[in-house]
C-alpha cells in the first residue's frame, strides 16, 4: 500500500476521515501503515457516531475494504504503548474513554 499512485487518494481519504461532522468528538491520534492496510486510531466517548462518519467517508473511496472495532481504553494504553506521547496530548482527550481501530485495506 502507499505506492505513488495511491498517495493522493489516501490523502484524501485521510482528510474525509479528519474533517468530519463530528469532529470535535473523537480525537484523532495518529496511523500506521504495514503489510498492504493503513490503520488509523481515534480516541472517541461515542464510537457509533464516529462509526457513521466513518462509513461516509469511506462510501466516497469505494476501492478500500475497511474494518471498524471499539474497545474502552480509559487509560490510551494502546496509543502510549505504539507512539511517544506527551501528557499533553493524552490530557486533552481526557473524556475519551474509547480507542476507534479503523483497519483499511485495498
Not at 489516501?10 to 476521515?17: D, K, Q, R, Y
Request: glycine share 6%; net charge negative; charged share 20%.
Amino acid at each position: 500500500m502507499s505506492s505513488e499512485e495511491e498517495f493522493k487518494d489516501l490523502i484524501a481519504l485521510e482528510n474525509h476521515l479528519i474533517v468530519r461532522p463530528h469532529a470535535d468528538e473523537a480525537i484523532y491520534v495518529g496511523r500506521l501503515t504495514a503489510r498492504g492496510s493503513r490503520v488509523f486510531y481515534f480516541y472517541t466517548a461515542d464510537p457509533g457516531s464516529l462509526a457513521r462518519d466513518v462509513k461516509a467517508a469511506m462510501e466516497q473511496h469505494p476501492a478500500y475494504q475497511y474494518q471498524i472495532n471499539s474497545h474502552a481504553d480509559p487509560e490510551w494504553s494502546a496509543y502510549l504503548r505504539s507512539t511517544i506521547a506527551t501528557t499533553a496530548g493524552r490530557n486533552a482527550g481526557a473524556g475519551s474513554a474509547c480507542l476507534l481501530r479503523l483497519l483499511l485495506s485495498v
